[in-house]
């Protein structure tokens, strides 16, 4: 059974930066990565995802803030978040998925306030 641990959550001011991590006890070549969140009453949305190849998609509300990367080598993936909003507090999962399979990590509290 594959985990993913998630690190690097915290409180940050508005327009700080924080950078979340990933990390995945087994291969995640061949696996779509993603960045998920989860604010109080609302639904889980998609965050960021990033292909084994490292093709990007983000949700509009990040683009131009936020960045996806990936280590295919190291069975990593990271988030750097950049000039941060309150409304970017949530709960952040990791995610790795293919057509058979998604697996989630335990979340990360991100909470933006001054």
């Known amino acids: 059974q594959v985990q993913l641990v998630e690190s690097g959550g915290g409180l940050v001011q508005p327009g700080g930066s924080l950078t979340l991590s990933c990390a995945v006890s087994?291969?995640?070549?061949?696996?779509?990565m993603g960045w998920y969140r989860q604010a109080p009453g609302k639904q889980r949305e998609l965050v960021a995802s990033?292909?084994?190849?490292?093709?990007?998609n983000y949700a509009d509300s990040v683009k131009g803030r936020f960045t996806i990367s990936r280590d295919n080598v190291k069975g990593t993936m990271s988030l750097q978040m950049n000039s941060l909003k309150p409304e970017d507090t949530a709960v952040y999962y990791c995610?790795?998925?293919?057509?058979?399979?998604?697996?989630w990590g335990q979340g990360t509290q991100v909470t933006v306030s001054s």
């Open positions: 995610n790795l998925r293919d057509s058979r399979r998604s697996e």
């Open positions: 087994g291969t995640i070549f061949g696996y779509v």
């Open positions: 990033i292909s084994t190849g490292g093709t990007t």
